[in-house]
Each structure stands twice: as C-alpha cells, then as structure tokens.
Nanobody, 126 residues
Framework: QVQLVESGGGLVQAGGSLRLSCACVASGRPFSVTAMGWFRQAAGQEREFVAAINWSGESTYYADSVKGRFTISRDNAKNTVYLQMSTLRIEDTAVYYC?????????????????WGQGTQVTVSS
C-alpha cells in the first residue's frame, strides 16, 4: 500500500516559481525503488503527463510544454519527490498530481501508475 501526499501548491503570478512536494508512505515496496511522476489536469481537460523520474533519480523525462522550466527530483532518504516549477505561465494552471508506479523506470503513461495523491492546486495569474 502506498499513500502520496502533495503539498506546495498555491497562487503565483506569471513568471514566478513554486515547488511542489510529494511525500510517500509505502508499506512493502521501498520508495527508493519506485518510479514517480507528476501529472496535471486543468479544468475541463484531460489529465496530462508533466514529468517523471526513475528510482535512482538518474533518469528524468519531461513533457515538451514544461521542458527547461520544471525540474523533477527526489530524496529517497526522505521518501519525497519534488517538482520545481519556474517561469510559470497562465497555462500551467491546473491540479497537480503525484503518482507512483510499481516499476522502477520512467513512464509517461498515466495508466502505468498504480497510486495517486489527492492533488494540489496551482493557479498562475497574469
């Protein structure tokens, strides 16, 4: 069983920064061998992939829309994954979800993730 708790969302002006955190509480499978991802869902739209990181943190992958602006990282000692978001745009406004998958490698497909957090709202204003 895995529980994911996101934090760090909020309201920010365009061009600003936010850092999201996702704390993982897992029984059985250690966090350190679990690949993690961030997804987002804007109002009236489908959930979309944002970023993913493999178990060691050595492999990351980003959606084209956030490449160069967002950075995913993890601290296995703290069972936490982060999403540093910079140069935020109005179109980044969405509920951001943290997800964990049973595999250890990066994957961009939502259906490959087994556990999801409750989501945290990020609103970017002009």
């Amino acid at each position: 069983q895995v529980q994911l708790v996101e934090s760090g969302g909020g309201l920010v002006q365009a061009g600003g920064s936010l850092r999201l955190s996702c704390a993982c509480v897992a029984s059985g499978r250690p966090f350190s061998v679990t690949a993690m991802g961030w997804f987002r869902q804007a109002a009236g739209q489908e959930r979309e992939f944002v970023a993913a990181i493999n178990w060691s943190g050595e492999s990351t992958y980003y959606a084209d829309s956030v490449k160069g602006r967002f950075t995913i990282s993890r601290d296995n000692a703290k069972n936490t994954v982060y999403l540093q978001m910079s140069t935020l745009r109005i179109e980044d406004t969405a509920v951001y979800y943290c997800a964990a998958r049973g595999g250890s490698s990066v994957d961009t497909r939502a259906e490959k993730y087994d556990y999801w957090g409750q989501g945290t709202q990020v609103t970017v204003s002009s």
